[in-house]
Structures are given as structure tokens and as C-alpha cells.
Antibody, heavy 118, light 108 residues
Framework: EVQLVESGGGLVKPGGSLRLSCAASGFTFSSYSMNWVRQAPGKGLEWVSSISSSSSYIYYADSVKGRFTISRDNAKNSLYLQMNSLRAEDTAVYYC???????????WGQGTMVTVSS | EIVLTQSPGTLSLSPGERATLSCRASQSVSSSYLAWYQQKPGQAPRLLIYGASSRATGIPDRFSGSGSGTDFTLTISRLEPEDFAVYYCQQYGSSQYTFGQGTKLEIK
């Protein structure tokens, strides 16, 4: 079964750091670009970051540039998001998502909740 | 950055009716780069349509997408009870993705 499972969410104080992980299974992880998408409580979807299959191309939304770092380990079938200098507005469910052949996200994880609060 | 505006914000219809959801872009979007998603409460989004008009794997044929340039439409021909959810359009351009704000499809 094709699956993505996020972990690492939790409660963190403003200015703190958190590292999210996404474990992939059921497909050849190293062949796909991967993404992080977030959703603040009661709000819509916001793309956060993307990384190409070999990590050669990495992009960020302006809202997280300079604070978040995306990475992957193809040997471990895992995607990561290092989040530093966290703000209250970073509070959201964070999803990892696989990009299909088209620029669309065909597989999503169940999400992990990040709460930034003092 | 391309802004996507979805309308209406909320659509109230009954099962069996036809739903038409709109997504308008602030500048032209390649049809290959326009997708639609469905999200139910407490669940991750699900890809419905990619390339503006191609159904994703397992998506019933009552869902269809159309449009080009700045105007795109998601149509659900005959609403089933499980179709009531929030729908998002998404575009890709300049190595960035943006989503519309969503249309909530609710039971009338």
C-alpha cells in the first residue's frame, strides 16, 4: 500500500524549533519530488516547500524562507522539515505529499499538528 | 505570485443536483498545471483532477474539470452524499504552488 506517515509534531514555544519527519512506503521514494503543505486551524491549504527526487532542487514559500529547511534521505525513504524560529502563525497541521508526474499531489499523509504557543 | 480565487465560498445543494465550482487565476495558468482537491473534515486532501481535466486514479466520472487561461471549473454532475466537502484548486508556476481559498459544498 502506498503510504506517507508524518511524525514529530507537538507544542513548541515561539522562537523554538521542531523537526518533522515523513516515512514513505509502497512506492519508489527516490523517484518522486516531495512536498510539505500546511493547514492552519479552520483555514485553507498552504504549500510550504518542495524538494526534487535527488535533492537538487529545493523551493520554499516566502512565509518560511530562511526559517525552514526541507531535506530527504532516499536510503531511509524519509522526508524531513526542520523548522526554526517558529511563530504563532506557523501553527498548523503539516502534511507531506508526493508530486505526481503532473505538478499535482497524488498521495498525502494524515498530517501532524504543530502548535506554537507560549 | 499567482492568486487563485474560488467561488462561491459556500454552495448549498441537494443530492442528485449538479454542482459547478469556479477557480479564477490572477494571471494565465498552464492547463497542465491546474489541479483540484477534495477535503473532508479531519482528513487529508484527495486529488480529484490534474492537468485541468484529467481524473485522478479511482475518481468517479461524475467529477469533471474544464477551463483554460484564467478560468477553470470543477463540475460534479449528480451529487452523492459523500461529495459534500471542501474543494480546493491549485496551480503550479515559477517553482511555486498556490491554492485557492476553497469552496465548501454543503447539503441544502
Amino acid at each position: 500500500e502506498v503510504q506517507l506517515v508524518e511524525s514529530g509534531g507537538g507544542l513548541v514555544k515561539p522562537g523554538g524549533s521542531l523537526r518533522l519527519s515523513c516515512a514513505a512506503s509502497g512506492f519508489t521514494f527516490s523517484s518522486y519530488s516531495m512536498n510539505w503543505v500546511r493547514q492552519a486551524p479552520g483555514k485553507g491549504l498552504e504549500w510550504v516547500s518542495s524538494i526534487s527526487s535527488s535533492s537538487s532542487y529545493i523551493y520554499y514559500a516566502d512565509s518560511v524562507k530562511g526559517r525552514f529547511t526541507i531535506s530527504r534521505d532516499n536510503a531511509k525513504n524519509s522526508l524531513y522539515l526542520q523548522m526554526n524560529s517558529l511563530r504563532a502563525e506557523d501553527t498548523a497541521v503539516y502534511y507531506c505529499a508526493r508530486r505526481s508526474g503532473y505538478p499535482a499531489f497524488d498521495i498525502w499523509g494524515q498530517g501532524t499538528m504543530v502548535t506554537v504557543s507560549s | 505570485e499567482i492568486v487563485l480565487t474560488q467561488s462561491p465560498g459556500t454552495l448549498s445543494l441537494s443530492p442528485g443536483e449538479r454542482a459547478t465550482l469556479s477557480c479564477r487565476a490572477s494571471q494565465s495558468v498552464s492547463s497542465s498545471y491546474l489541479a483540484w482537491y477534495q477535503q473532508k473534515p479531519g482528513q487529508a486532501p484527495r486529488l480529484l483532477i490534474y492537468g485541468a481535466s484529467s481524473r485522478a486514479t479511482g475518481i468517479p466520472d461524475r467529477f469533471s474539470g474544464s477551463g483554460s487561461g484564467t478560468d477553470f471549473t470543477l463540475t460534479i454532475s449528480r451529487l452523492e452524499p459523500e461529495d459534500f466537502a471542501v474543494y480546493y484548486c491549485q496551480q503550479y508556476g515559477s517553482s511555486q504552488y498556490t491554492f485557492g481559498q476553497g469552496t465548501k459544498l454543503e447539503i441544502k
